[in-house]
Structure formats: C-alpha cells, structure tokens
C-alpha cells in the first residue's frame, strides 16, 4: 500500500513471518487446467505472435509432452503437513476485547467511522499445505480456491470474496460485511438469516463498507458509471452466512487492470473508513504485520481482463510455521467478545482443513 498511498510510509518489518515478496507476478506460456465440474483436464500453449508457424508448430510438440506428462508421469511425493504444536493466539480474548474498546474510542473521536481488526493464530507445522488445499475444496468450497508454493513460502486459501474484477472495460466488486455463523438445519439458517439482515450494526458496517467500494471505483470511473447493483444480498458459506453486495463502473480510457486494483487495494472490508486513516490506526493496535493477509491473489489475462480475490480465509506456511490470520469489523455499536468470537469463526474452516488434512495419505 505504501506504494500507491505515500503518507504510509511505515517502516519494513523484522517479523520474519511478514518478510515476503510485496508482489509476485507470474506469467504462464503453457497451462495445465483441470475442471473440477467437468472432470476434465485441458492443455493450454500461450503463443507468440512473431513466427507464428513456427511458434505454433512448437507448441504443439510441447502439448505432446505435456499430455504424456499427465497420463504417464509419477505421482508426486508431496510430503504431509503435520502440525507439531495446538494453534495459539497473539491476543488473549482480553487483550483483544481491549484493542476494539481502543478502536471505538477513536470511532467516538472521530478520526474514523469503521476499522477491521484482525488477529493471527500460529502453529509449529512441517511438510506441505497442499492437502491442507485438497481437504479446503471438500469443508469450506469457496468462489476463489488457491494453493500457491514458491520459495520458502507457501499459501493455501478459500476466500469468498473479490477484491475488483475488470471485464470488457466494466469493474464490479462485491463487498462482504456482516457475519454469522451457519445453522444445524435450514430452519437455523433461515432463523439466522432474519436475524442478521435485522442488525443494525452490521448493516450499518456493511453500508459503510459499499460506500467505501464506490469511493474505490469511483477513483478510475467514467463519471456517473458507478452503481449499486446489489445491496444486502445474503449468502451462505459452508461455517458462515454473510450479507453481500455488488458495486460496478466503468473503467476510464486509458485505464487498465493494474489501476483497477491500486484504486481499490486494500479493500474496504480489510481495512476501514476513512482508509487511510483506519491503515494508520491499524499499524498501531495490532501485534504483527499482517504481510500477505488483506493482499489480492488471482490474474490478469491477455486481453486485460482481471478477476482477484481478496487474501482472507487463508494459511500461510513459513519457517516452520503455519499462520492464520482473521479481522473482525469494529463500528461505534461493536460488542468487544462477539468481535473476538467473529476472528476465531473466521478462521476455524482454515485451522480445521490443516488439522483434518493430516489424514490424507
């Protein structure tokens, strides 16, 4: 952030477990996809187009190698991820009851309306997240499903929600806010539907945070595009229900999928209201740099179009440990023990997909 908002100059951190790369870009010429709906695997060759032949005519020798690749090749030895210790918390439940009840004091002051304060869980952990990944996809299916592994860091994640998407020259982003958990049966979800779409607080968090997404969109838009497509939509998630929304506009000319994602990273629903602000108060209350959390993971295709998520439900494996890390939205209404509760519901689909997963052979 400090790149896009130079007032953020914070110092670099000497916490290891935030000491990553602040982007990796990756571009692919040859991709190897697979279906999960379909149950199919395709071969895919990006192609230059000087020497058209003969870059064709080598691609096609390349998709040779790699389909008997796929049909013949060794199952890889992917060492299990076992977790050495019981996860712990930076904050006890008291300390962090007392870092909201700090963040509504500076909400009654008036330096900002809404912050999001998150809290990280670690463990001592060894072997790989990619059945971590494998266990995800089965307990908590998610809109955006990742494992990516590269150097000594590795990231596994199920986020549920966009930070911009960028089609045909029209953005959209989606802002979550509002949370709780899912019922036993369908006449608990309903029962907690009702309740939640009632709560002042969290719709009050929730406008907030759409303001805050066509503030975003606002920056890069051509002038009147931006809209409210959809507001307070409910969606049910396989430990959560959130209340969701939809903000679009329409990318200015001469503005490409890089803009897009400065005007909006970090998103609103990581960060707060005023954004600034809230980053500053942040850098203060919490215990450790947040490195990857509230980032964006996701692509950007040939023809400039973009769909990235936002870097939540999600575990980052380092040095032998395991982090996962979960906010809670404070507003002047807050209740400092559910907030508490909210970051450990946030990441119990994590934690329980790296416990489970240690049974995976």
């Known amino acids: 952030i400090r790149y896009i908002e130079p007032t953020l100059d914070f110092p670099t951190p000497d916490d290891d477990s935030a000491m990553v790369n602040d982007v990796d870009l990756m571009l692919f010429d040859k991709v190897i996809a697979f279906d999960h709906y379909k149950n199919k695997i395709y071969l895919i060759a990006n192609i230059s187009t000087n020497d058209l032949e003969r870059n064709y005519n080598k691609a096609e020798l390349e998709l040779k190698t790699l389909a008997d690749l796929v049909v013949n090749g060794k199952e890889a030895d992917v060492p299990k991820g076992i977790l050495k210790t019981e996860f712990t918390s930076e904050f006890t439940k008291d300390e962090f009851e007392a870092v909201v009840k700090k963040t509504q004091h500076y909400i009654k002051e008036g330096d900002i309306f809404q912050c999001v304060v998150s809290n990280r869980r670690e463990a001592e952990f060894e072997g790989s997240l990619l059945n971590a990944y ?133 998103a609103g629903t990581l960060s707060g209201a005023p954004k600034i602000r809230a980053i500053e108060i942040l850098h203060e209350l919490e215990k450790s740099p947040r490195g990857v959390y509230g980032g964006a993971v996701g692509y950007i295709d040939f023809s400039g179009n973009m769909d990235v998520c936002i870097g939540i439900r999600m575990a980052m494996n380092k040095g032998g440990k395991v982090y996962v890390r979960a906010g809670a939205g404070i507003v002047r209404d807050s209740v400092p023990e559910s907030e508490f509760n909210e970051t450990l519901i946030k990441g119990q689909s994590m934690i329980s997909a790296i416990t489970d997963a240690q049974e995976v052979e």
């Open 134 to 266: 494998r266990v995800l996809r089965t307990l908590n299916p998610s809109p955006y499903m990742f494992y990516l592994s590269g150097g000594d860091v590795e990231l596994t994640g199920a986020s549920p929600e966009t930070l911009v998407k960028l089609t045909d020259g029209k953005m959209y982003t989606f802002p979550i806010a509002g949370t709780m958990r899912r019922g036993k049966n369908e006449a608990e979800d309903l029962a907690i539907e009702e309740k939640l779409i009632n709560d002042e607080k969290e719709l009050a968090e929730h406008n907030m945070l759409v303001d805050l997404g066509r503030n975003d969109l606002g920056k890069i838009s051509k002038f009147g595009s931006v809209k409210v497509e959809a507001l307070h939509m409910l969606q049910r998630f396989s430990h959560v229900i959130h209340i969701t929304s939809t903000v679009s506009g329409d990318m200015q000319d001469g503005k490409d999928a890089l803009d897009a994602i400065g005007a909006t990273l970090p």
